[in-house]
């Protein structure tokens, strides 16, 4: 039997499905030093809130799309006793998915994902690992990674927007 209070709920499906994909190049320029480019895609599908409590909780949200550009080296020195990677790269986030925690109208709680916008993250690594003498090995290593995030129509400014959207 069907239950009056969800009478207005209707059934919903989701169908996405998109290829990724990744393409890189590496140069061997000895032995011991690869340098590479590489150019990938990334995708989290979209959806709607699969649990709501009631129609004020169904809503949906489009996919996230990524695009990431690296370039880097891998190189070995010593008789492969030291070993330096390094690493630069820019990932490029379009319609990025985000968890809002919030209470409807009705005052019941849900997880509400909205797309809040763009960003890039661009960066460095730096990797070492040595060697020195037998039984010993050393690791190091050093990110640096500049985010900037560009909100889109309807973001959430928190903590002007108030604990119930974004916590105390």
Known sequence: ???????????????????????????????????????????????????????????????????????????????????????????????IITPLAQIDSEGNPWTHYVNSGSAKDRGFELEATAAPIDNLVIDASYSLVNLSANPGAGAVDCPSDGPLVCGP
């Open 1 to 95: 039997p069907e239950c009056p209070a969800n009478a207005a709920l209707h059934p919903n499906i989701a169908r996405a499905g998109r290829p990724d994909w990744r393409a890189g190049v590496d140069y061997h320029v000895n032995d011991d030093i690869m340098t590479y480019f590489q150019f990938a895609t990334g995708y989290r599908t979209g959806g709607f809130n699969s649990r709501p409590f009631d129609t004020l909780q169904l809503g949906s949200y489009q996919p996230e799309n990524l695009k990431n550009f690296e370039v880097g080296a891998k190189t070995e020195f010593f008789d492969h006793r030291l070993r330096l990677n390094a690493s630069v790269f820019d990932m490029n986030y379009n319609r």
